[in-house]
Nanobody, 127 residues
Framework: QVQLVESGGGLVQAGGSLRLSCAASGRAFSRYTMAWFRQAPGKEREFVAV????????YYADSVKGRFTISRDNAKNTVYLQMNSLKPEDTAVYSCAAVSRTYTSSDYYRPTVYDYWGQGTQVTVSS
C-alpha cells in the first residue's frame, strides 16, 4: 500500500511559480512511476507529467511543456512538480498518482493505469 499526500498549492498571479510536493508512505517508493494530473471545475482529469522509475524518463502534456518540471527525491519519498510561468488556465486541483507496473509511455497518460492517488491540492492562478 502507498499513501500519497500533496502540498504546496495556493493562489498565485499569472507568470508566477509554485512547487507542489507529493509525499509517499509505504515501501519501495523508488520502484513506483509517479505522475501528476489535474482537474479543473467541470472538466475531466487531465494528465500533466510523469516520471518513470525504470529509466527516469519524463513526459509532459503539451500544455505544460517547457514550464513545468517533474522530479523526485527517493531518499525523501517525495515527488515534486515545479510550475513556472503559470497561466490562469493552469487553475485546477492537482493530484499525484503512483503505479509500480510498467507500461509504454503513452499508457502513462491514462489515469486508469495508476493504483494510488493523493487527495489533491488546489492551485489557483489569477490574471
Amino acid at each position: 500500500q502507498v499513501q500519497l499526500v500533496e502540498s504546496g498549492g495556493g493562489l498565485v498571479q499569472a507568470g508566477g511559480s509554485l512547487r507542489l510536493s507529493c509525499a509517499a508512505s509505504g515501501r519501495a517508493f523508488s520502484r513506483y512511476t509517479m505522475a501528476w494530473f489535474r482537474q479543473a471545475p467541470g472538466k475531466e482529469r487531465e494528465f500533466v507529467a510523469v516520471l518513470t522509475w525504470t529509466s527516469g524518463s519524463t513526459y509532459y502534456a503539451d500544455s505544460v511543456k517547457g514550464r513545468f518540471t517533474i522530479s523526485r527525491d527517493n531518499a525523501k519519498n517525495t515527488v515534486y512538480l515545479q510550475m513556472n510561468s503559470l497561466k490562469p488556465e493552469d487553475t485546477a486541483v492537482y493530484s499525484c498518482a503512483a503505479v509500480s507496473r510498467t507500461y509504454t509511455s503513452s499508457d502513462y497518460y491514462r489515469p486508469t493505469v495508476y493504483d494510488y492517488w493523493g487527495q489533491g491540492t488546489q492551485v489557483t492562478v489569477s490574471s
